[in-house]
């Protein structure tokens, strides 16, 4: 188990630049963006994608700085009822998979879109409850005529280069808790699995390391996402954590994202990095600062600190006491 950094907060750099700062505090591992919400700065796929030159510098500057990449991230709306807008997300998706295939990149981060309420809908629509009945029948809509036809499809075009699809369990996506992640794999394949981001699941009342274990035990955690949240309980009582207020109004939203350790201690931490080695997770925890209260070095420097003394770097031994 590694630590590793998603490197939009350092855009303002060059990929050069980031990964000897990030070599300099101890991360092992990067997640570039390649499109999407995420942008494309440090890794530009119409750059490097079918250009061995170009992958081979690459992996050159890689080894320079003893780092790996642990995915690369396009997060986007493939099921976008506006036909271009969907197709825009669904070519950044599928050439993702065939650079992560060309660089020996086994995992994709993305989202898992979210459809329209109806086949004449022109927005998309995040539903939360089944009543009214059109709610229910809606949702019906979303998996069974658009969601899982196409991840069904994508699956095979991942499993055809051997790259696995790691899907952030987000609000106002169709994928946004754990159940829904299972939900989703046991209906297309075992390429697609989590993207853990506890961050989301934090506000939604969710148990992360239950959750861990959860999706585990079925052996869909793909990636990990070490990203936290706090809830703000004077704000939370009164209009809950459907929260729509902006995230730049701080003080007045019910939970915000937080740099590891400031929504949740270090004793959580710990215990989320032992819920992931019980089901046999061992990739990168890959670090996604999106701390408005403080700088994004700041944020990365502290969440590396803490997941330093948090990760097992070695493997068990026997159990000579258990004999």
Not at 67 to 88: F, G
Not at 208 to 229: C, M, Q, W
Not at 298 to 303: H, P, Q
């Amino acid at each position: 188990m590694d630590i590793g950094v998603h490197t939009p907060p350092l855009y303002g750099e060059s990929l050069e630049d980031a990964l000897a700062y990030l070599n300099d505090i101890g991360v092992d591992a990067i997640e570039p963006g390649v499109g999407g919400y995420p942008g494309d700065t440090h890794l530009p796929r119409d750059e490097y994608l079918d250009d061995e030159e170009a992958q081979d510098e690459l992996h050159d500057l890689l080894a320079e700085y003893d780092m790996r990449i642990s995915a690369l991230a396009t997060h986007n709306n493939p099921l976008h009822p506006d036909d271009e807008e969907a197709e825009e997300a669904d070519t950044e998706l599928r050439e993702a998979i065939r650079l992560a295939d060309q660089l020996d990149v086994g995992t994709v981060t993305c989202f898992s879109g979210l459809p329209a309420g109806g086949p004449n809908d022109e927005y998309p629509n995040w539903i939360t409850a089944p009543w009214p009945s059109e709610h229910e029948e809606a949702l019906e809509y979303q998996w069974e005529d658009v969601a899982i036809p196409y991840w069904q499809e994508l699956e095979a075009f991942a499993d055809d280069h051997d790259v696995d699809l790691a899907i952030e369990m987000h609000p106002n996506m169709l994928v946004h808790e754990p159940a829904g992640m299972l939900e989703l794999r046991n209906a297309t394949g075992e390429r697609v699995g989590a993207n853990f981001d506890p961050s989301h699941l934090y506000w939604q009342g969710i148990d992360v390391p239950e959750a861990i274990r959860f999706l585990g035990e079925h052996d869909a955690i793909h990636h990990f996402h070490a990203k936290d949240t706090k809830v703000y309980e004077s704000q939370a009582r009164y209009k809950g954590v459907l929260d729509t207020t902006p995230y730049t109004e701080e003080a007045n939203r019910s939970w915000l994202f937080r740099s590891v350790g400031y929504g949740h201690g270090e004793g959580h931490w710990k215990d989320i990095v032992s819920a992931l080695r019980l089901v046999d997770y061992d990739g990168a925890l890959s670090i996604e600062h999106e701390d408005s209260l403080t700088s994004s070095r700041e944020g990365l420097e502290k969440a590396v600190e803490l997941l330093q003394r948090a990760v097992f770097r070695t493997t068990p031994g026997e159990a000579y006491w258990a004999e």
